[in-house]
């Protein structure tokens, strides 16, 4: 089993950055490929950006140029650096893992961390 914990979501102004964190433990040598999820109220879960191998990266088209996944293997720790926040980016986000890129679902996720973008 692979244990997720998010930390880093408050409240920012539009324009403002934040940055998440999510620490894993567990079998964390058996996961390859993790990833942010969010959730606006009222809307489906989306990808938001994901990482694999700890090299090859993808965004979700809205969150291009602004966001930037990475991960920090000596401390078993992936990031979701947030910049240029918008409205929309407000959400639960969610760090979630899988074995491999061809895993149909992600095995593990953390709690979520909450991010609302207001003035």
């Known amino acids: 089993q692979v244990q997720l914990v998010e930390s880093g979501g408050g409240l920012v102004s539009p324009g403002g950055s934040l940055r998440l964190s999510c620490v894993a433990s567990g079998r964390v040598f058996a996961i390859n490929v993790m990833g942010w999820y969010r959730q606006a109220p009222g809307k489906q879960r989306e990808l938001v950006a994901k990482?694999?191998?700890?090299?090859?990266?993808d965004y979700a088209e809205s969150v291009k140029g602004r966001f930037s996944i990475s991960i920090n293997n000596a401390k078993d720790t992936v990031y979701l650096q947030m910049n240029s926040l918008k409205s929309e980016d407000t959400g639960v986000y969610y760090c979630a893992a899988k074995k491999n890129a061809d895993a149909r679902v992600y095995a593990f996720w953390g709690q979520g961390t909450q991010v609302t973008v207001s003035s």
């Open positions: 990482i694999s191998g700890g090299v090859i990266t």
